[in-house]
Structures are given as C-alpha cells and as structure tokens.
C-alpha cells in the first residue's frame, strides 16, 4: 500500500490572531511519530495548500497541524522534510 495515513487538526490560535505585533498567516506543522518529534514548520502555508494569499482571508491565526501517527512517511536523512524522493521504487505521490 502506497498510502499514508494522516491526522489533520485545524483550529484557530486566538493569541495568534488578536496580538497586534504577531504573524497572522496559515501556520503548518508537520509532526512525525517515527522520529518522535516537529519535522517542519511553515510559517504561511497558504500556497503550499492552495489557499488564496491576497486579503485577510486565512490570516486570522488559522493553524493546521499534520500527525504521522503510523510513522509512514519517507523522511530525510535528517529528519528536518519529507523525502518522496528517496522511497523505494520512485512511487508517485
């Protein structure tokens, strides 16, 4: 089986949002049980998923937060990304 079993969690970081001086984009998590820890951070996601960037839209403190509860995923060998790259037999993701 070529795929990946993933918990997604959405919410609204309210400090986030109403503190004057903070950043207020689409924050993305990527959180790996293999490793046990944070593998990347995207401090405005809002491209990388193909939500608008222009306005105030998806600038209110949204957060998503990306759990590889089955350790699934191909990480690099530093642990700090994803590696599609380097899984057995090119699969096509």
Partial sequence: DDSYE???FCGFDADRATLPNSRK???LHLHSRKSGRLICTDADARTKLQLPASGSDYSQGLTII???FTGKLPL???KQGVAFAEERRGAVH
Avoid: A, G, V
């Fill in 66 to 68: 990306m759990d590889d």
């Fill in 25 to 27: 984009e689409c924050t």
């Fill in 76 to 78: 690099n060998p530093t």
């Fill in 6 to 8: 993933l918990r997604i």
